[in-house]
């Protein structure tokens, strides 16, 4: 395997931003009219900060001289875990993997928050719940008919366990269940959240209408962050559960949220707000029906790692460069 050669200029302590480091090719021995081997010469904190710029510029702009470096994948990660030794130790993204999602619901709370209510019984309780495993094979028709418990009473509204879902889901007829696709900075979770974390599950309610169209389904959630939802004087934060039975719609906001992030996990708990999805009902937006707590682990990608990716994806420019240098 060749050598790259790392010359710093300082007084042999460890590489600082501010130093000075020195990238010089490999000697190939194809140096005609006396050329010198070409070099790359640039601070240490430029290093840090554009590392898959520098590493294109080791592939690209030096290929003539690389090319016997390139003719192994030995070789070129060597180049990789030059730049590699410069990178940030913690992570610059991170995705969740795993855990669950569980509701509890107060039932008198709810009862209340819900105008409709044409009998004596309650406006709204809870009939049937399916959890992830027994939600993942029933059509939307077969969560609104099955019966897991034995007919139309209430049951328990509390420990509602829901699913992280993986990277691709497969729905029944009728189902619109979502991959999970969060991501986000470790180093600034609200700054940098993007996409969502997909649930598996549904819960069925059965609302006093005093008629037979009375059952409603809520599931097959997502939880997503928007900072415009953050409202300090009631105490709503930017996390919002969204019910993609039938459409997507606002099933609960999160309230008084608290956030638990590690290295290795994620828990956010806080107070469940009514959404928007039960206006239908005479819903009163926003009141607050129960609690939640969220828990999954986090798959870090470091910063090492998304420059190895890049370096992947450089040696098929390695190849053509190197092609069309000759």
Known sequence: MQKIELKKYGSGRPFAAGDLIRFIAPDNGRRPGGFSRPSLRLPALTILQNPVSVLNWLIVTTAHSLSPLAKTAGGYLTLLAALAAFMPATA????????????????????????????????IYLEEFFDAEAA?????????EDHLVAGVDEIQATGLEFGVNGPTVSNPQGRNSQPTTLTFNPDDLAGSVTGAVGFGGAARFRIDTGTQGNRVLSGDYTLEYDA????????????????????????????????????????????????????????????????????????PVPAAAWLFMSGLAGLGLLGRARGTIG
């Open 92 to 123: 610059t993204a991170a995705k969740v993997s795993g855990g669950s999602l569980i509701l509890n619901l107060n039932r008198d709370a709810l009862a209340a928050s819900i105008a409709l209510d044409a009998t004596a019984a309650p406006s």
């Open 228 to 299: 415009a939802n953050i409202d300090p004087s009631t105490g709503r934060s930017g996390w919002t559960l969204y019910n993609h039975l039938y459409y997507r719609a606002d099933a609960f906001y999160l309230f008084n949220v608290v956030t638990d992030l590690t290295i290795a996990s994620l828990l956010l708990s806080g107070d469940l707000g009514l959404g928007s999805s039960f206006n239908h009902l005479g819903g009163s937006t926003n009141a607050i029906v129960g609690n939640f707590s969220f828990q999954t682990s986090l798959v």
């Open 136 to 144: 993942a094979t029933r059509t939307n028709k077969q969560l609104l």
